[in-house]
């Protein structure tokens, strides 16, 4: 200790072993009073925490210590607690004490004494010494040796800055490398975004128990990291409960409330009884929800008072239960634009939003490819029970086209995991050999093909209906008016407006849209449903047949007329 600096000490009044009747009080360990009468430990002040229920005894420690300890001052702090072993109220006493005490950490040194008083003060010291609430260290008091002359008995200071622990220090980083290697699921993978990632996933996961956002393509790893952080998780004691998952695009129409959040016997029609749910299975474990996106308003909803209060209802229920779970949740989608769009909850992106992470797909680490080429082949040998592996030329050739332009890899590690199982299973003797690697190639890239096909095509009949709709429009109503209509008031005004153009008048047309409503009803006037339909947009019938293209017949007797003389 700098010589300059006073030692001051924080503790609380023991009211067990600081209490020793009067006439054993010299004669047992007291840790309060041995602390002050360490010949090698001079405490310059004493601020003792104590309840005033305990006045008296506080009146005796005060004497005593006088007696034995004249250097020291002693400074009463009283504390009052309706309850000692209520963590938060205890806690949060300690805490308003430490932000109003008047720390002067360059004229006197501070140690906290963890001897004396409940277990769960004992906790909420170190908690706020570790954090620097309190910016000292923690000094622990022994018994005396049997025997001892001295009843002061001993001490040890603990510095809770473990940089100064260099053996702690290296056991904490081999168990963080490790524990980045098992969320890697042990591949030695070199691109170093993925690495710096992983290493912050661990950290967070590790410390944390809000949500967690996992972005990225079809394929990426979500689903495998989720498992993976969960299991992590499991090994540290940090989650007791299952790991739970749905792909949220499977949960469709009203079993989607359902399945998440369960439902009682007869809550609707073939609810023959009741039903967990999976938030409920998931208590004290991880909900991996993938494609959160693909969830419906009103199951966002629910979801995000779930994440909240930890409390849902299920479907059909009168009193809601209680599930504590991690969420992590994954998606391709930009969520950002889907709550532009009207289609997810910004309350609830914004709950999830707190630790994002965007996984990069195949194709963007190519220099992972062959440790991932390794990875899938002892899969292979663990799941069918015979290894299999690459001679030097093929492997050589099959990296050659993995790492190149050509390689699309659209369905990521699902790509690469297929290929190298149809490679293995067709390979002679245990040894995929250049002509099982040219044959794999072949139908990657066939596969492709029909992937970009299948996509050109659907994205162009799209591109041609919505091009095609919005040039009517336009050509009725004028395109500033157009660009200020919804997507969904365009879609159906563009469709009322072909019909229309392809009817010999209002009532056929609104026959025609109506079709299906007016066999369910004895009277229907469709042309005044319709017309009042158009007024909406300040449109007629006859505005849009003029502006349309004549029918072929209408056309014929037009210019016959046009021949006849008047």
Known sequence: MDQSRRRVVFGFLGTTLDAQPPSERWNRW????GLCQQEDLLVHRLELWHEPRFARLLGVVTRDLASVAPETELRAQPLPLRDPWDFQEVYERLHAFARAYPFDTEREEYLVHVTTGTHVAQICLFLLTET??????????TPPKPNAKSKAGGYQIVDLDLSRYDALARRFEREHVDAVAFLKSG???RNAAFNAQMDLIERVAMVSREPILLMGPTGAGKSQLARRVHELKQQRHQLGGAFVEVNCATLRGDGAASALFGHCKGAFTGAVASREGLLRRADQGLLF????????PDEQAMLLHALEEKRFLPVGADVE???EFQLIAGTNRDLRREVALGRFRADLLARIDLWTFELAGLRDRPEDIEPNLEYELERFAARQGRRVTFNREARDRYLAFARSDEARWTGNFRDLNASVTRMATLAQGGRIAVEDVEEELVRLRRAWRLEDASGDASAADTTRSADSGDALLVELLGRERVAGLDRFDRVQLAEVVRVCRGARSLSEAGRALFAVSLGL???????????KYLARFELEFATIRERGPARPELRGRTASRARTPR
């Open 30 to 33: 007291r840790p309060t009073i």
């Open 132 to 141: 620097r609430h309190f910016p000292a260290r923690l000094v622990q008091t």
């Open 187 to 189: 591949i030695a993978t």
């Open 289 to 296: 929800l993938d494609e959160i996106g693909e969830l419906g």
């Open 321 to 323: 239960l209680r599930s």
């Open 521 to 531: 009803r004895r009277t229907s006037n469709d042309a005044d449903r319709l017309r």
